[in-house]
Each structure stands twice: as structure tokens, then as C-alpha cells.
């Protein structure tokens, strides 16, 4: 089972709040990932990191910013959240050289 | 409990029959392939994988089979258990790239 924490697991909040959503990897992992995921529907990729300070932006635009200060911490920060943004987010990580991914407990996001 | 996967197409099987779970992926320069299975309330667990220059590949009562010409995956479950019900997709790697396609899933329910 890999070691990928995620918090808050559940998490409601008025429209225009700044939120913050953490990861936490202790495999050691270089490559770390967001994803979003409506019910009954596909993963869609958020961020991506392949490093300490090195991100990029997925296919999904979701008006949020991430960083990569550590190894093993990738928070992902909405600055103005809007009822649009409900969702469940998906945090995870590979190794470098190995493409598979393995997935936190998810976070489930309401803005009312 | 999370609603995920309300209107995701529904495989019922049996306790004790094998279940056969489909995919078809997208791109042909995809190289690698992942079954995920999903649980209510967590975040997508890593079944199995296989790489393009394979076939089949057998893990602990699942197998998987890729056919490259029809761009077909499939999951294979031999006797079939309570603890396999959930929401089950297939992710494919594009060669040379951090993208993955995710499908949007099968949930399998198992009867007992």
C-alpha cells in the first residue's frame, strides 16, 4: 500500500474562500500529480510536478496554483473558490523511471 | 458514502465467477496500461499494469489482456469476491510523455 496521505478528506466552504489542499508523499518520490475527478467520471490532470520547484499545468484548467518546495509535499491552493469547483481531488506520485502511480485517499470538495 | 460512479455502466457477477472488465484506449502511441480499482469513499488502488510489447500479463487472480490492434483492454477476476466490488478503469501512458487517459470506469457488484 503506498504511503500518500491527503487532508482534509472532506472539506465545505463558501464561495470566495481561499482553500489549500494538502499531499504527502514519504516514498521519496520525484513525480508528483492532482487530479480531478466528478462522480462517474474520468481523472482529469490538474498539476504535475517532476521535482523540487519544477510544475506544470495539466489539461484542466481549475484556477489553482501548486508548489514544490520538498520532495515530498505538493499542496494545491484554490485563491478564490467557486461552486464550479466541487469536486473530488486526487493526489499522486511515481517514481522517477517507474510510470506507476499511486493515488491518495482523495479529498472531497463543496462550495456552496 | 460518496456517490461515485452513479451512472457508470454496471457489471453483476456471482460469488465465485470470473468477471471479464473492458476498455478501449484512445491513442496508439500509448505504451503502458493500468487497472485501477476504486472504492467508495478512496482513492484509485493500482491492480495491475502491462507495457505495449506484451499481451497478457497474470497477477494474484487477475490477468490482463492488451490487444494492440483494437486498441482493447480487458480485466480479468478469477473467482469473483465480495471484496471486488467497486468502480474498476483502465489509465494508458502516452509514450514519452507524464499524460495519462484515464477511462471513466465499470462498476462491478458482486452477488452473493
Known amino acids: 500500500e503506498a504511503d500518500i496521505y491527503q487532508t482534509p478528506r472532506y472539506l465545505v466552504i463558501g464561495t470566495g474562500k481561499k482553500i489549500t489542499l494538502e499531499c504527502s508523499q514519504t516514498?521519496?518520490?520525484?513525480?508528483m500529480y492532482w487530479y480531478q475527478q466528478d462522480p462517474g467520471m474520468e481523472l482529469h490532470l490538474i498539476h504535475y510536478?517532476?521535482?523540487?520547484?519544477?510544475?506544470e499545468k495539466g489539461d484542466l484548467s481549475s484556477e489553482s496554483t501548486v508548489s514544490r518546495i520538498r520532495t515530498e509535499h505538493f499542496p494545491l491552493t484554490l485563491e478564490s473558490a467557486r461552486p464550479s469547483h466541487t469536486s473530488q481531488y486526487l493526489c499522486?506520485?511515481?517514481?522517477?523511471?517507474?510510470?506507476?502511480?499511486?493515488f491518495g485517499p482523495g479529498t472531497r470538495l463543496t462550495v456552496t | 458514502g460518496e456517490n461515485v460512479g452513479l451512472h457508470l455502466p454496471t457489471l453483476s457477477v456471482q460469488e465465485g465467477d470470473n468477471s471479464i472488465i473492458n476498455c478501449a484506449y484512445s491513442?496508439?502511441?500509448?505504451?503502458?496500461f493500468i487497472w485501477y480499482k476504486q472504492e467508495s469513499g478512496k482513492g484509485p488502488q493500482f491492480i495491475i499494469d502491462?507495457?505495449?510489447?506484451?499481451d497478457k500479463r497474470q497477477g494474484q487472480r487477475v490477468t490482463v489482456l492488451l490487444n494492440k490492434t483494437v486498441k482493447h483492454l480487458s480485466l480479468q477476476i478469477a473467482a469473483t469476491q465480495p471484496g471486488d466490488s467497486a468502480v474498476y478503469f483502465c489509465?494508458?501512458?502516452?509514450?514519452?510523455?507524464?499524460?495519462?487517459?484515464f477511462g471513466t470506469g465499470t462498476r462491478l457488484k458482486v452477488l452473493a
Open positions: 499522486a506520485s511515481s517514481e522517477y523511471g517507474d510510470k506507476k502511480q499511486y
Open positions: 516514498m521519496g518520490h520525484d513525480k
Open positions: 510536478s517532476y521535482g523540487v520547484n519544477s510544475t
Open positions: 491513442n496508439s502511441a500509448s505504451d503502458y
Open positions: 502491462i507495457r505495449s510489447n506484451m
Open positions: 489509465a494508458e501512458n502516452i509514450s514519452g510523455t507524464y499524460k495519462y487517459i
